[in-house]
């Protein structure tokens, strides 16, 4: 049995509408880029939506805290 990663990693192409006037990623963006790939890496270990649904069960994200550095390129 192969044990998934606990890291994911996606790449994505971004939309004019997500940058600001500067051309970086709003930070609104980020976040919803970030909460996307979580449900596509929790589908991937088998606790995505579909699967949890079927068990009657359901995860929530009631937080999320990001800590950038350095502005996305």
Partial sequence: MTIPSP????TRRVPG???DFRGE???????????DTAAVHAETLGTGFASMRER?????????????HQHPL
């Fill in 7 to 10: 890291l994911y990693e996606i």
């Fill in 56 to 68: 009657n069960l359901h995860w929530v994200l009631s937080r999320l805290r990001v800590r950038i």
């Fill in 17 to 19: 509408y997500d940058c």
């Fill in 25 to 35: 990623l709003k930070p609104a963006a980020l976040f919803c880029y970030l909460t």
